[in-house]
């Protein structure tokens, strides 16, 4: 089977939706040598990943994973595909504080970094985070804490089969974009960041015919998330539209302002320095941007400036810096 889908993807036809979900099917059941699945996994990093395959991939996920049921809590995800080769601090994972700070609910879906140097898994563990499936844990700190964290390969055994593969290759592959669209609790509601304007439209595709509340974001110079150094583009259930950091009252930045250090220990430092209210402006206005974004994406009722608002009182306030001690005490 492995040897005859390679050979149709050397020959630059695309899989079927059938057949990519039968072969993701595959790995996990661990039907495959190491060499086999990098082959495959190179085959997407030479040329773009189709809607059918990606559909494909993704029912394979959702087939296979442990769910759980969150929905009693109306949450959202917050999450970047990785892949754009910036190196920022963890952004996503410091907007979720922020938006639990605030008094929504957040059920974070999330990994180690693969390439870049601290995913959110990275930073979450060096502080002190166990990972569970456990659904009475996890609803508890969703609860008490406003937020949890869902370590994908607890919940999908084709991303735990693919992990060594991935961490050797040390390079985006799409995997980095199926992650945010397997969140194994399925929230109603999703801001996911995007490396470039192709990935926009095939996300757009795939949430446009489904009930979930969405905003995918990308900025022009290439983040996977609103980074403040340049316009962004944001694509919601009710349309598109490019928005600039100015229109949203928070600084132009520049790139170096964001970076996110080299370890996972320089990485905790700079996520504990921002929640303990010692972050840079610069630092500040990246997270509050996200986070109002998110928190309009749940509550339409607010608009962007009431939303940056309600984000900035929570970071600066110590809000957030609060839910990371509650969730470390009751998890």
Known sequence: MIKDTLKKLFEYKKLSRAEAKEILIDIAGEKYNGSHIVAFLSVFMMRPISVEELSGFRDALLEL???????EFNAIDIVGTGGDGKNTFNISTLSSFVVAGAGYKVTKHGNYGVS???????????MGYKFTNDDSALKTQVDKAGICFLHAPLFHP????????????????????????????????????????????????????TDKNYVIIHSLDGYDEISLTS?????????????????????R????????????????????DILNVEGTEAQNSAIIANAGMAIQCIDHSKSIEECIAVAKDSLLGGKAKQVLKTLIEVQ
């Open 253 to 272: 930045i520049q790139q170096e302002d964001i970076f996110g250090g080299d370890t996972v220990p320089e990485a905790a430092k700079i996520f504990q």
């Open 231 to 251: 316009d962004f583009k944001a694509v919601t259930n009710e349309g598109e539209q490019i928005i600039s950091p100015e229109q949203i009252g928070l600084p």
């Open 65 to 71: 994973c442990r769910k759980i049921d969150l929905s």
């Open 158 to 209: 084709a991303m735990k089969a693919v992990a060594p593969y991935r961490k050797e290759l040390g390079l985006k592959t799409f995997f980095n974009m199926l992650g945010p669209l397997v969140n194994p609790s399925f929230p109603k509601n999703q801001l996911l960041g995007v490396y470039n304007l192709e990935l926009t439209r095939l996300y757009q595709y795939l949430y446009q015919n």
């Open 116 to 126: 870049s140097s601290c995913g959110s898994s990275n930073v979450m563990e060096y």
